[in-house]
């Protein structure tokens, strides 16, 4: 196959598996992208996975990426709290929940880290615009609930203080009717007391 009709058929995907080329082209020789890689064409994300190496990599983009090379999974935890503007900027991976196990990828396009979640606690995210397609990320009182509840330990004011939670717009950021019809889903007592105490740091600060 031609690499310009190779690219017509799968740059709109944004990035592509080594299956989703099988599925459109049954006979494709596979070291064909080893090949086009070598010659800079292509960039190898994880074992399988692809993306064109010109493609302009937006956070919304790396969020997409995320979601595609381990699924299920949704932007949450710092990089949601970030994106939302609940913590300050500065957040080195990308970090996801997922219901499969918990996994880490460093790429040559960035670090990708995931966190287990049982499959029943896998909702409250929304889809955003990339630019071919939609990335999953977690509301804004999601991905508090999802932080607080795989670190147990964070229970004290001091230990919120270091969070960097951005006090101000916090209270027009989180919705709390939202955050407590999804805290009632965790079905979790330590949760739903830590959630108190952070609301009340919050308030007190």
């Known amino acids: 196959m031609q690499y310009q009709h190779f690219r ?9 598996s080594v299956n989703d080329v099988l599925k459109t082209e049954k006979h494709f020789d596979s070291k064909q992208l080893v090949w086009w890689q070598d ?3 292509l960039r190898k994300i994880i074992n399988r996975w692809y993306c064109f ?15 595609k090379i381990y699924s299920p999974s949704y932007i949450s935890f710092e990089s949601a709290l970030s994106r939302h503007g609940l913590i300050p ?3 080195y991976s ?3 929940a997922t219901s499969l196990k918990t996994n880490s990828f460093k790429t040559p396009i960035g670090s990708f ?5 049982k499959p029943e606690l896998m909702f409250g995210y929304k889809l955003i615009p990339t630019d071919n397609s939609q990335a999953k990320l977690a509301e804004p ?9 795989l670190n147990q330990k964070i229970n004290t004011p001091d230990e919120f203080f270091e969070l960097r939670i951005n006090v101000d717009p916090f209270e027009t950021i989180i919705t709390k009717k939202h955050l407590y ?3 009632a889903l965790f079905k979790n007592k330590s949760l739903e007391s830590r959630v108190g105490a952070l609301l009340k740091f919050i308030k007190n600060a």
């Not at 017509?8 to 592509?16: D, I, R």
């Not at 190496?53 to 979601?67: G, M, T």
């Not at 880290?113 to 979640?117: D, F, G, I």
């Open 8 to 16: 017509e058929q799968f740059e709109p995907l944004g990035v592509f």
């Open 39 to 41: 010659k800079g064409y």
């Open 53 to 67: 190496a010109d493609i302009k990599l937006s956070e919304q983009e790396l969020f997409f990426i995320a979601n």
């Open 89 to 91: 900027e500065g957040v």
């Open 94 to 96: 990308i970090t996801s």
């Open 113 to 117: 880290s995931y966190r287990h979640l």
């Open 141 to 149: 009182e999601k991905a508090i609930l999802d932080y607080l509840y």
């Open 181 to 183: 019809s999804y805290l």
